[in-house]
């Protein structure tokens, strides 16, 4: 609650004088009440209210009337001193902004070979958390307030701004940077900043966020180099969990033993996933070595039986049954069972 106030000087100014505007109001009509005409009553409340200390404009001798300026002095006052502090933060607040928002654009003149994350909602906190530990140099293009001020909090480069314009992507320098990765959750402006960075920038390296399966080949159309699914790699991530329970466990310990185990593959074009062998196998022989030459290319590493049972290291004459789990190797964007099945 306490960090909404600070955050937003201008409405606690002016909910400061609208208050003072209200106590004065009550108090001039409580003047009025007992006798006095408008400016006398008027007056005395300025009077009151600002501490000026001029004197009475009028006698006040009856309990009434010591009431009323009794209340005028401790709630007139008060207002003033919430105004005069409220209007003292707007104004440091003002100033600090254009000092940081200046810093800022000369931070954002300085990149080239950057990246480009338009969006700081869940994936884009995560994505940015893994660039920064990976001390890769990028720029955040936010257009809600709240969730940039929370990209600055975490030391972030972020701009204020609408990804979907085109001078925002200029200002961001996108002809100097190497990837754009749009993030947002909304599809049609994720196609939209795809289509402007591929025409300021032919170069430039795009992975594009989608959400409904259709909007993957709009993306591609759009430009995008890669475009990420993250209901469809968390669904796939579930049903591994779900029908190879001891699969999802090796996979989760190779990734942990090293780290850089998947970087290592994907320097070498290489991919490592898991594969359920079609139907089709149960009316057939189909032994790894097999597999690997009609997958073209593939190797396999391990597989996990229907049954239960577990292959580690696979020879080539070992028969891959129907629904078994099938951990395999293969060439980054190859993978696919086509081949196989034919």
């Not at 200029?170 to 402006?189: E, Y």
């Not at 993306?219 to 990420?228: F, I, M, R």
Request: hydrophobic share 45%; proline share 3%.
């Amino acid at each position: 609650m306490i960090g909404e106030l600070i955050a937003r000087p201008f409405r606690n100014l002016a909910a400061a004088v609208a208050f003072v505007f209200a106590v004065a109001a009550c108090a001039v009509l409580a003047y009025m009440r007992a006798g006095w005409p408008f400016e006398d009553a008027l007056y005395m409340v300025t009077l009151t209210i600002f501490t000026v200390g001029y004197g009475e404009v009028r006698p006040i001798d009856t309990t009434y009337l010591h009431v009323v300026t009794m209340a005028t002095m401790v709630f007139g006052c008060t207002g003033v001193i919430i105004v005069t502090g409220a209007l003292v933060q707007a104004l440091t607040q003002t100033q600090l902004e254009q000092f940081f928002g200046k810093r800022v654009e000369r931070d954002i003149d300085k990149l080239d070979g950057h990246v480009i994350i338009c969006g700081f909602g869940r994936i884009g906190l995560m994505l940015a958390s893994e660039l920064s530990a990976a001390g890769e140099t990028f720029v955040i293009v936010e257009r809600d307030e709240g969730r940039c001020q929370e990209a600055r909090d975490l030391g972030y480069l972020c701009r204020h701004a609408d990804a979907t314009d085109e001078d925002v992507l200029r200002a961001m320098h996108v002809k100097r940077a190497k990837v754009l990765a749009t993030v947002l959750p909304d599809d049609a402006a994720n196609v939209f900043i795809t289509l402007s960075a591929r025409s300021l920038n032919p170069t430039i390296e795009i992975i594009a966020r989608g959400e409904r399966p259709t909007t993957e080949r709009k993306l591609l159309q759009a430009g995008a180099d890669k475009v990420v699914m993250p209901a469809h790699i968390g669904a796939e991530r579930i049903a591994e969990i779900i029908l190879y329970p001891r699969m999802a466990g090796y996979l989760r310990e190779a990734r942990t033993e090293t780290s850089t185990r998947e970087e290592r593959l994907a320097a070498l074009g290489l991919d490592f996933s898991v594969v359920t062998a079609p139907a089709s196998f149960q009316a057939r022989r189909m032994t790894v070595g097999e597999f690997e030459r009609r997958g073209g290319g593939l190797l396999v590493v391990r597989i996990d039986r229907v049954d239960g049972d577990v292959i580690e290291a696979p020879k080539p004459d070992d028969v891959i049954r129907a629904g078994d789990g099938v951990a395999v190797v293969s060439k980054l964007g190859r993978l696919g069972l086509s081949a196989i099945t034919d």
